[in-house]
């Protein structure tokens, strides 16, 4: 299994929330990891947030960047380039989508094209709804999350 890996999956996972456990189980069994830059790019800002709204320690902030950049040392990065830009400028099937999430769905379209089987790894129920009708597989199952 490859999946590409959208920021709402890896935050959790990151944040260690309720479905961090499955989407971790999920990432350790994938072959291999497709992302985004954008993903980086989200992680770090939320992780920035939660320490300067939240809280969190710069100790706290520090482990899981690394714990991220670890991670990511062994995903496949895709940027965000022409191609990326020009399909998010697009309409999608499940409108409105978010600027972002419209950059990581373009994303995996372009990554699929040389992966045909890429599934894609969410949480966002906008961003999953618009990756069941552009004929993803998405990970995780909803049975996954509902309980």
Request: charge should be negative; charged fraction near 30%.
């Amino acid at each position: 299994m490859i999946v590409y890996a959208e920021s709402s999956a890896v935050l959790s996972w990151l944040l260690g929330e309720e479905q961090g456990e499955v989407v971790r189980g999920i990432l350790a069994r994938a072959e291999a990891i497709v992302a985004s830059d954008l993903t980086l790019i989200e992680c770090d800002r939320c992780l920035i947030r939660a320490h300067a709204v939240e809280g969190m320690s710069e100790q706290d902030v520090s482990e899981r960047r690394a714990t991220l950049n670890d991670a990511a040392a062994h995903w496949n990065m895709l940027t965000i380039d022409r191609e990326v830009v020009e399909r998010a400028r697009d309409a999608f099937p499940v409108e409105p989508i978010r600027t972002l999430d419209a950059v990581h769905l373009a994303t995996a379209e372009v990554a699929r094209s040389a992966i045909p089987d890429l599934r894609l790894l969410s949480l966002d129920s906008r961003v999953r709804d618009n990756a069941s009708e552009l004929d993803f597989k998405v990970e995780p199952l909803r049975s996954e999350i509902d309980s």
